[in-house]
Structures are given as structure tokens and as C-alpha cells.
């Protein structure tokens, strides 16, 4: 109850893993210049929530502040881009993967920052 979202992170077409050559492009920065969190129309209309608006993503493991885009997303899930962090901008803080758990799988070693259950709330 307390986090009913889905959290999935990935990446954008503009940004290649923490933007540290795309980030120098002007051409690519200008077209993804700061991370978002992507929510449907219809828990936007639940939440009161406007396109644009900067919101607080909580999980159980941190919080996010950032702008909301809407639409072109299933309800109940949020999308949240990886490539962004404190590294870039320390006063942003929209760092993904602040939400996700640091284990991986010990098979194949790959990291579980994929998916975390959320809150969002306007700010």
C-alpha cells in the first residue's frame, strides 16, 4: 500500500550509460537534459497530477525530485532514466538508481537496479 507503483529504469535513444560523452554533445543534452519520471495519464489524474509538475518518487531504499512527463506508459508503472546522477549536477537529485536495490544475481552477476516498488507524490 504504502509503495503501489512499479519502477522500471532503462535507458534513452539520446544518452549512452552516465551521459559521459553524450553529455558533451549540445545536439544530444538539449534533446534529454535532465532526468523525468514518466507517468500515465491516468494515475496522473488520480494523483492530481499536471505534465511538467516535479514530483518525489520514494521507494524503500531512497527518493528522487524531479519532473513528470505524462502518457505513452501502461498505469501503475513508472519510468525513471538511468542516466543521470549526482556525479553530473549534486544539486539534481534524480538519480535512479537511488531507488533500486545494489544486490545482482549471483549467477549471472547481472545488477537488480531494474525495478523497485514506488510512491509519487507532487511536490
Request: proline share 8%; glycine share 8%.
Amino acid at each position: 500500500e504504502k509503495f503501489p507503483l512499479w519502477l522500471t529504469t532503462g535507458r534513452l535513444v539520446y544518452h549512452f550509460h552516465t551521459r559521459t560523452k553524450t553529455a558533451r554533445s549540445p545536439e544530444l543534452n538539449a534533446a534529454a537534459p535532465e532526468p523525468f519520471a514518466q507517468i500515465s495519464n491516468a494515475d496522473a489524474a488520480k494523483l492530481g497530477i499536471k505534465d511538467g509538475v516535479r514530483v518525489r518518487v520514494t521507494s524503500r531504499r531512497g527518493k528522487i525530485e524531479v519532473p513528470v512527463r505524462l502518457g505513452d506508459i501502461e498505469p501503475g508503472h513508472v519510468f525513471v532514466p538511468f542516466h543521470f546522477g549526482h556525479w553530473d549536477s549534486p544539486e539534481r537529485h534524480g538519480a535512479a538508481n537511488e531507488l533500486t536495490i545494489s544486490g545482482w544475481d549471483p549467477v549471472s552477476k547481472q545488477p537488480f537496479f531494474k525495478f523497485a516498488a514506488v510512491n509519487v507524490e507532487k511536490l
